[in-house]
């Protein structure tokens, strides 16, 4: 069973930059999509990125589409979530998951492994 450690969260002022990494262990990462959701106090886990099994495909939720990129190096186990020109709104606690379902990456019920999360705030 894989496990995911996130890492590279923290303070950033409004229209900074960070760049978080989830690295995987227990598997080979190319078995799995890998996508990043996020949650904020008092909100629901919602989608951000995915990222598919060689990387040729990548998604986007609106809310990020233009400011966020996902990469991924298999023969590292990593996956990557490089953020620019952050938000205050992007405040959230930022969890990395697996996947080996084929559609659907959207949706966090297709994701069996998760990491612990990785806190990320924006200050306005």
């Known amino acids: 069973q894989v496990q995911l450690v996130e890492s590279g969260g923290g303070l950033v002022q409004a229209g900074g930059s960070l760049r978080l990494s989830c690295v995987a262990s227990?598997?080979?990462?190319?078995?799995?999509?890998m996508g990043w959701f996020r949650q904020a106090p008092g909100k629901e886990r919602e989608f951000v990125s995915a990222v598919s099994w060689s990387g040729g495909r990548t998604y986007y939720a609106d809310s990020v589409k233009g400011r966020f990129a996902i990469s991924r190096d298999n023969a590292k186990s990593t996956v990557y979530l490089q953020m620019n020109s952050l938000k205050p709104e992007d405040t959230a606690v930022y969890y990395c998951?697996?996947?080996?379902?084929?559609?659907?990456?959207?949706?966090?019920?297709?994701?069996?492994?998760w990491g612990q999360g990785t806190q990320v705030t924006v200050s306005s």
């Open positions: 998951a697996a996947t080996i379902v084929p559609e659907k990456w959207t949706q966090s019920e297709v994701y069996a492994h």
């Open positions: 227990g598997g080979p990462l190319s078995r799995y999509v």
